[in-house]
């Protein structure tokens, strides 16, 4: 009778440029091997594993199944290429002879047979397994090494989830991704918080690359990554080159080297935001409402009309409808800003501030130098380069700021009129009515009113004359 057979097919990573033909080279030797010993290969045990070997972390569901298979008595033998494609190291072996042992199942290989009917050749097997396992780390460095080259050839890297701003394949970028990660850039540079950029893109239904919503920690990571300015980094280790130069990639880059920095600036001081993006700010007004009968905060709700209001939390025995509230204290608020002034303790030259950020970004990217230099991923003689190509431009800078006079010393109160407010986004228009606003106190109507009266929304002023702020004169 006939013995029925096994096939188990593993093409190796290193195969990977011969494509199919790795698989259909063992599926070959395979059959002429269960020709010469009279087996017959039962086409539903022909196993294609397509799990790495490289990884032992991974489990391989093919092998899984094969072991299942000769527990269950589905075939008598088990055809391999090699003992490497079949067994990646000293564990799986040992199950594969155990289970080979105990159901009497006879393993062939195309290099020659697995005896498990004595200890010779128990021991034999298990000398082809240390060299399975030796040849599966030297494929793993093999690949590791491979990965690094590429990446310091400026091989754009595939695999793996999508990075927002780029295609599948890293080569090209999304324009409308690109843009979206601009205009973060550009506010976050401007001072405006990670939080409300966040708050922003959700309320603008804007994507992330694998279409949910952005959070903090999503947003940092994004605005991270080297390669937005066309630096190539290995292992959260950006590149260089043997001369010292960063390892540029082959995509476009969406940042210039120059944006980039200022915004890891920027994120790095903004990286402690106390305002966690889960209780992000819904309502214009929430935390300066009060409830005129209790004085406890008014918190927004939405009723079973949809309509949203403003209640009063603890007891909800107040209650007033959010949009003529909102609109009514934003008209107020705005005729406030027109006659409102501030007192203006000095002022500064915003050209030179400009010039501070660029000296403050070069010395950041020299401390990065160090830090590479310090734990040895940069050698002395790059760090050296480098260091004075960068004291070099900090000096140019230094040299060249000029110090502009200021004619508006003697301007002693400035306005703030709400230009574009209905532009800015919630937490924005929350600061800018809060710059004026103590609190906001709503007061009961009678019995049966209905229609909305602005008598009882009463507004507390903050006095002015407390703030102290330091001016900046912007060049035309």
Known sequence: ??????????????????????????????????????LEIVPEWVIEETASASDR????????????????????????YAVDRLVRGLDDLTRLIDTAEEFGIAVSTVSGDID?????????????????????????????????????????????????????????????????????????????????????????????????????????????????????SYKGEVLRDDDGHLVRGEWDPILTDDEFDQLQIAIK???????????????????????GLCGEGMLGFKQRSKTM???????????????????????????RAEEAFFPVESWSDGERQAVQRQVAMLEERKRAAALEFADGSLPADMLRTIADDLQSKIDTLRETQVDHHIDMQTVKWVNFPFENFEALDVHSQHAAIRMFVSKIVLLPAGRGSRKFNPDLVQIEWRDLSNFRFSAVVESS
């Not at 972390?57 to 093919?62: A, E, F, S, V």
């Not at 918080?193 to 949910?212: A, C, F, H, I, K």
């Not at 009063?312 to 005729?335: E, F, N, T, W, Y």
């Open 309 to 335: 209001t403003y209640t009063c939390g603890p007891r909800r025995h107040l209650s007033r409808l959010m949009a003529p509230v909102d609109a009514h204290v934003i008209a107020m608020v705005k005729a």
């Open 1 to 38: 009778m006939t013995k029925r057979a096994a096939l188990y097919l593993r093409m190796s990573k290193d195969d990977a440029g011969s494509g199919d033909l790795g698989i259909e080279r063992q599926r070959t030797a395979a059959e002429h091997l269960a020709k010469a010993k009279g």
């Open 116 to 232: 498990m009917s004595n200890a010779h050749g128990r021991g034999l097997a298990k000398l082809l397994g240390v060299v399975a396992s030796i040849e599966t780390d030297n494929m793993g460095e093999r690949m590791r090494r491979r990965k690094q080259q590429n990446a310091r050839n400026g091989v754009v890297r595939a695999g793996g989830r999508r990075p927002y701003g780029f295609t599948a394949n890293r080569a090209a970028t999304v324009p409308e991704e690109a843009e979206v990660i601009k205009k973060a850039a550009a506010r976050i540079i401007a001072g405006d918080s990670l939080t409300g950029v966040v708050w922003d893109m959700n309320r603008r239904s804007v994507p992330t690359s694998y279409g949910g919503a952005w959070t903090l920690a999503r947003l940092q990571a994004t605005l991270s990554r080297p390669s937005l300015c066309g630096r190539v």
């Open 269 to 291: 001081a903004r990286r402690h935001d106390p305002a966690p993006v889960n209780n992000r700010r819904r309502h214009l007004l929430s935390g300066l409402m009060r409830c």
């Open 57 to 80: 972390r991974k489990t391989r569901p093919g092998f899984e199944r094969l072991l299942l298979g000769m527990a269950a008595g589905e075939f008598e033998a088990v055809l391999a």
